[in-house]
Structures are given as structure tokens and as C-alpha cells.
């Protein structure tokens, strides 16, 4: 099956929407594939799951999943749809059966550079406008990673707090983008994520943002998932 005959869907995480894909989107399309960016609310891991199988329902043929940070946990319970081929999670959450983000972020380390989220306002949760960058973006331009910081998208208890009912990792292939620099996603917790889900891992040093940063170091993890079965 060849890339043009396979689509990427790409899912966004908390804090930020899918228009962060657009140079990954580019670098895809470049190369062939049919690409589609789902646009998520974030208020509930139910909703934003059944608004991502609604975009794979559209799609003919196999389909490449993938996600970025709170993505993971969507790809995760969206995954089981049957056009999925693949799953690829960019420094992302990867929940279990039963599991949340909530329960995965109960086991992060503790010693090192915690996420500057702000007391939930109204069941929503946002990032501290003035530490967004360091935190979120650090390797993304300043007026880019402003740009983020002011534009951020209310994310939902409930999508923290939503559980997984099957997890797709356990039945599709999975790949896992390491980020050794992330601010938000400790790496001792994306190396043990990854290895617990079996994924063909790959390591890059960057941000949180590494999708806005290195969208081709984004894009050729994605280009493997997909070409896997031609090797």
C-alpha cells in the first residue's frame, strides 16, 4: 500500500489546536499522503474521541493516527476504529485500559520541571501565560511561542479525567516520538510510557512543541509508521 493510498490524521493536545500541525500538515502532503487535522474541543476524552473517529469514518483506506501530549490518550481510545493501521504518539501520553491522563500524571516524577498549570477556572485548565514558553515551547520562536501562549484553548477536567474503555495500543502497531527536552512530559515518563505500549521508539532532543519545532523530525516518524509494511 503506498503513502498516497494511506491518510494521516493528526489529533493536537491540551492548551492548543490543530492549526500547531499546519508545517508537519505541509511535509506530509509534499510527500503524498492525504492528511487530515482533527480540531478537538478538549472538554471530555469522550467527545474528543468520537469527534476523531468521526474524521477516520470519512476517510477510504488505512489510516495513520496520530497524536501530540493529551493526542495520545485520544489516539488511545480512538484507535480501536478499524481503518487504523498504525498509532504514533509524539512525546504523548499513552494510557492503558482503565487509565487516564490523571492517572499517568499521578506517577510522573516529582524532582524535576513541573507544568505551569493554573488553579482550574470554571473545570478548565490553563497554563500560565508568562512561563508558557519555557515550559510548553522553549525551541519554538519567541513571537511564535507568544502567539501560543495567548491563543491557548481551555482544557477540560474531563479530558484529564476520562478513562480509557480498550486501549488501541494493545492490538495496532504503535511508534513513540522521544523528546529529551520536554517541559511538560518528563522523558523518564515518555521512555516508560513507550516501552510499556511496545513502540518502535525514536529520540530527538526538543520542546513540548517539538511538532511547531522539528515538524520534519514530526513527519519522518511518520513517513516509518506508514511505509512499515512496504519494508
Known amino acids: 500500500m503506498s503513502s498516497a493510498q494511506k491518510t494521516v490524521v493528526l ?18 502532503k509534499k510527500d503524498g499522503f492525504n492528511v487530515r487535522v482533527v ?5 471530555s476524552l469522550t467527545d474528543d474521541a468520537a469527534t476523531t473517529r468521526q474524521v477516520i469514518d470519512d476517510v477510504d483506506g488505512p489510516v495513520i493516527l496520530v497524536g501530540h501530549s493529551y493526542g495520545g490518550a485520544v ?3 480512538a484507535g480501536t476504529h478499524p481503518n487504523v493501521a498504525a498509532l504514533v504518539y509524539i512525546t504523548a501520553f ?26 482550574p477556572q470554571d473545570g ?12 510548553f515551547a522553549a525551541d519554538v520562536p519567541a ?21 480509557i474503555s480498550d486501549a488501541a495500543w494493545r492490538v495496532k502497531p504503535s511508534w513513540y516520538l522521544h523528546v529529551t527536552e520536554d517541559r511538560m ?20 532532543p526538543g520542546s513540548h512543541a ?8 514530526v513527519a519522518d516518524i511518520i513517513r516509518q509508521a506508514a511505509t512499515a509494511d512496504e519494508q
Open 185 to 204: 512530559i518528563p522523558p523518564a515518563a515518555q521512555e516508560s510510557m513507550a516501552k510499556r505500549i511496545g513502540a518502535t521508539v525514536i529520540e530527538t
Open 124 to 135: 478548565n485548565l490553563f497554563l500560565d501565560r508568562n512561563k508558557f514558553s519555557d515550559s
Open 143 to 163: 513571537e511564535q511561542a507568544a502567539f501560543l501562549a495567548d491563543s491557548q484553548v481551555p482544557w477540560g477536567l474531563d479530558a484529564l479525567g476520562g478513562t
Open 39 to 43: 480540531q478537538n474541543p478538549t472538554k
Open 94 to 119: 499513552a494510557p492503558d485500559t482503565g487509565e487516564s491522563v490523571n492517572t499517568l500524571l499521578g506517577g510522573f516524577p516529582q524532582d524535576g520541571p513541573q507544568p505551569p498549570i493554573l488553579p
Open 210 to 217: 517539538v511538532y511547531v519545532s522539528r515538524p520534519d523530525v
Open 11 to 28: 489529533v493536537h493536545g491540551g492548551f492548543v489546536d490543530g492549526s500547531g500541525w499546519r508545517a508537519v500538515y505541509d511535509a506530509l
Open 75 to 77: 489516539i488511545t481510545e
